[in-house]
T-cell receptor, first 114, second 110 residues
Framework: NAGVTQTPKFQVLKTGQSMTLQCAQD?????MSWYRQDPGMGLRLIHYSVGAGITDQGEVPNGYNVSRSTTEDFPLRLLSAAPSQTSVYFC?????????????FGPGTRLLVL | LAKTTQPISMDSYEGQEVNITCSHNNIATNDYITWYQQFPSQGPRFIIQGYKTKVTNEVASLFIPADRKSSTLSLPRVSLSDTAVYYCLVGDRTGNMLTFGGGTRLMVKP
């Protein structure tokens, strides 16, 4: 298993641009989530999904969209990038049959918005 | 949202036992308490998880009192490589909205 993979590793955007952060897992995990981590801060939940076709908002969803067309993929889309979205973005998934709090994290995508 | 509170930072020396406490006053009946470790430039890594009383694995112990409004992560005989940020995580009543605490920066000194 490759675990949770994220692409790209690093991205620079200009204000107003849009982009999609990719997240994939090959472990057949139903629950997936996106977090952002600002420098020196903790993780905040952006969106989550309990299975294909189902998504919901987390603590800080504004400015982001998600979709879950397959169990494996959970892309995060920035609609119109703003400097306040400069952060490290982590995707995570949770194995079935275990509490949701059991999460496997990807390596992260570092985003800089100028 | 379930809210968690942790100390911002702690210092220790190699070989000492370190205890980090997290308060989660609004924890729901079906919530588990999970702790993660994060090194710079990496994603968080699962350490230990529990529901009540005490849980121990090869890395740490987790103590949860009967009221479950707090939990304590215990790291026995820390080494320099344990320098990291430690987060506790609890869910909301549905178990879907997961909220991390602010994290505790542990510095282990020689």
């Amino acid at each position: 298993n490759a675990g949770v993979t994220q692409t790209p590793k690093f991205q620079v955007l200009k204000t107003g641009q849009s982009m999609t952060l990719q997240c994939a897992q090959d472990m057949n995990h139903e629950y997936m989530s996106w977090y952002r981590q600002d420098p020196g801060m903790g993780l905040r939940l952006i969106h989550y999904s309990v299975g294909a076709g189902i998504t919901d908002q987390g603590e800080v969803p504004n400015g982001y969209n998600v979709s879950r067309s397959t169990t494996e993929d959970f892309p995060l889309r920035l609609l119109s990038a703003a400097p306040s979205q400069t952060s490290v973005y982590f995707c995570a998934s949770s194995p079935p049959g275990q509490p949701r709090e059991t999460q496997y994290f990807g390596p992260g995508t570092r985003l800089l918005v100028l | 949202l379930a809210k968690t509170t942790q100390p911002i930072s702690m210092d220790s020396y190699e070989g000492q036992e370190v205890n980090i406490t997290c308060s989660h006053n609004n924890i729901a009946t079906n919530d588990y308490i999970t702790w993660y470790q994060q090194f710079p430039s990496q994603g968080p890594r699962f350490i230990i998880q529990g529901y009540k009383t005490k849980v121990t694995n090869e890395v740490a112990s987790l103590f949860i009192p009967a009221d479950r409004k707090s939990s304590t992560l215990s790291l026995p005989r820390v080494s320099l490589s344990d320098t990291a940020v430690y987060y506790c995580l609890v869910g909301d009543r549905t178990g879907n909205m997961l909220t991390f605490g602010g994290g505790t920066r542990l510095m282990v000194k020689p």
